[in-house]
């Protein structure tokens, strides 16, 4: 007994869960911080890598901690940080270990995956085969950006992997958003009402994989400033059909739950856009219009390659490290590619047409 004493005195008080989460969490955020203010390495896995050996013992302690009433917030705070370095074995153990002290707290933190481009997060009560369809529609939206328009550039910080989370509701309120208020990814939020498929539309009519394709339009890129909505929410209407047409033509099997071609597509926008538009949406629809006439004139290839490149001209402002572009910027970057080149009278009127 004497020797026990002894030993832990020696050892001195062990740390409690609280320091040990707070210390792991300081480890994510000092090597996200860091690689966002000078890339230093390709990829979230090699980043992943770097996580120093201090915080994966802290972590190692953390989960192996007694029962105490602040480990669940702990956890929970270690849990995070875990997802915001694409850490999934560390997120398992601390998911596992919160399971048992707090199911509650366990639920909202909810399960995950990892896919080569982005980091899925399924938040109360969508179950893992629930998570892995949505993922897998992610992932067709993700090749029908790269495929259509040719692009694949989509994070805020360079070699960081996108974010979605999708968290399972009763009923569907708020649409699905592009969450721009986080430090090193761009988050796709969305709300299911299924907790083991994913089928769109829902049974209310609620567009759910033109939102995944819309969503994603804003996280490519946006317009004007952010008080200045220049393209008036026009850019991500057209990406979204455009997408849900294509992908719907070219994805077979992969796209068979997923059935709002019906009702929201590049062929149904241009009947819309025949009828003249209500006072109130008169400048989208001229966007709109613009946008399918490029579209027509130079294809969605050169699109998106007068957006890359005036990514890499450095030609956007960045806000929280979100990319905004400027449509003047935009029809000069189109008319300097090859096919915008041979159009460039078209393009001229086009955009003076707006
Ligand atoms: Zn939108």
Known sequence: MLL??????????????????????????????????KPVVKSEEELARRLPAAAEKALAALVKSKDAPELAAALVVAGEAALDLDRMDD???VRARLAQVAPGEAKQLGIALSRPRFVARGTDGVEQ??????ADAFDVVLDG??????????????GKK?????HLVDAITRPPHFAPEFPWH?????????????????????FLFYGLCHELGHVVAMWGDTRNEEDRHAWAHYTGVVL???????????????RDARWRSLTKAREELAQPPDEEGKE???????????????GPKTIGSALNALDDAGKHLRVNRVRYYSLADFEKALCATDTGKKKAKEIAAAFAAR
């Open 4 to 37: 026990l004493c002894l030993c832990t005195l020696a050892l001195g008080p062990a740390p409690d869960a609280s320091a040990l989460a707070k210390d792991y969490a300081a480890a994510v955020r000092e090597l996200n911080d860091a690689h966002a203010a």
């Open 91 to 93: 997120f398992e153990l």
């Open 129 to 134: 085969e629930g998570l892995a369809a949505i």
């Open 145 to 158: 950006y790269r495929d259509v328009f040719g692009i694949t550039n989509f994070s805020k910080v360079p």
């Open 162 to 166: 996108l974010r979605l989370r999708a």
């Open 186 to 206: 761009s988050e796709i939020d969305f709300p299911v009402i299924e907790a083991k498929t994913f089928t769109s539309p829902t049974p209310k009519g609620q």
């Open 244 to 258: 849900v047409e294509e992908l719907t033509k070219a994805k077979g099997e992969a796209v068979k739950g997923l």
């Open 284 to 298: 989208r629809h001229r966007v709109m219009k613009l946008l399918v006439t490029l579209h027509d004139l130079v």
